[in-house]
């Protein structure tokens, strides 16, 4: 199903810039496209790696909107609820997603690799007839009456009606194009990831262990056959789970192990 009716332009809007393909500027990408708008996308990065993101009932929502529903959920996984627990293992929390009425009747939360993700939205943007180069930015922007010349990194040049700035929370199209200086603050705190193999989704739903202060650890499931180990913390060095680099190959038990005796090391290497 797609709410987006072909047309060639969205009102005055008919050739988009899109700088940064990311969950927004492809999102966008595939909206625009479906409504008959030429769109380019200039990603400086493309993501290949990362570990899971949650959709939550709005943005599956948005995709089902975009006509992509059943495709998230061919990769994803749907979870019912989050469990909290304290650093001792107490189960202190359960929140049940059916009860959070954000989108009724979509499911409560999906959990998706990033990779998986962003594949899906550059393959059905392309699809669509999106233009999507990676490995290039723009290099300088001239606003004109009826829209703006840019220029890329790749020594290519367009015109376009509109240029939406969706390179992330360390904008350069905020900083250099709308000359807005505001850079984020970085946090003291940090988090590991690791992905290892769900074995018949043996990880199903999300849990959370609370430690002292900002400490938790997480485990839930990424996609249908990979789950995600997340620890949160005051981050000073790097904990010994993630010492192992990509594909260390730990068993879900051992890292789980590993990491909460992070969070709470009276427990180390009681599992
Ligand atoms: C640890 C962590 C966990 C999270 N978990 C969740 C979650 O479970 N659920 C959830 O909904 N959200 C989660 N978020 C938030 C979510 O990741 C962000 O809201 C989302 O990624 C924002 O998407 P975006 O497209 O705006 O920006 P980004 O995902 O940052 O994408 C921006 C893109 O622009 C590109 N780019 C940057 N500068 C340029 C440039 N000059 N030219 C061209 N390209 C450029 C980048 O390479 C990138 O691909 C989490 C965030 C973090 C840090």
Redesign the pocket.
């Known amino acids: 199903m797609s709410a987006v009716e072909p047309s060639g332009s969205v009102g005055a809007v008919s050739r988009v810039l899109i ?7 492809l999102a966008l990408a595939n909206g625009l496209t479906a409504a008959g708008v030429h769109v380019e996308v ?6 290949t790696s990362g570990s899971a ?4 009932s709005f ?1 599956i929502r948005a995709l089902e909107q975009l006509g992509l529903k059943d495709e998230l959920l061919a990769s994803g996984a749907i979870s019912e609820k989050l469990e909290n627990f304290d650093a001792r293992g107490n189960l202190t929390k359960v929140v049940d997603y059916a009860e959070i009425p954000i989108a009724p009747g979509q499911p409560g939360q999906v959990m998706i690799s990033r990779p998986d993700l962003a594949a899906m939205l550059d393959r059905n943007a392309r699809a669509r007839g999106a233009h999507i180069k990676h490995h290039v ?2 290099e300088t922007v001239r606003e004109t009456q009826d829209g703006v010349e840019v220029t890329f990194t790749d020594g290519t040049s367009g015109k376009y009606d509109l240029l939406v700035g ?8 905020r900083r250099d194009v709308l000359d807005i200086q505001q850079a984020p603050r970085r946090a003291a705190n940090g ?1 590991w990831q690791a992905t290892v193999p769900n074995k018949d989704i043996a990880v199903k739903n999300p849990s959370l262990w609370s430690g002292e202060g900002f400490r938790s650890f997480q485990l839930y499931p990424s996609g249908r056959d990979r789950c995600a180990i997340s620890l949160s913390d005051i981050l000073l060095e790097r904990p010994p789970y993630a010492r192992g680099g990509k594909g260390a190959g730990m068993r879900i038990a051992d890292t789980f192990r590993c990491a909460r005796g992070q969070i709470c090391p009276a427990t180390r290497g009681n599992g």
């Open positions: 700088v940064g393909g990311g969950v927004s500027g200039a990603e400086r990065n493309p993501r993101i949650g959709l939550w943005s930015t723009f969706a390179d992330g929370v360390f904008s350069t199209v988090t």
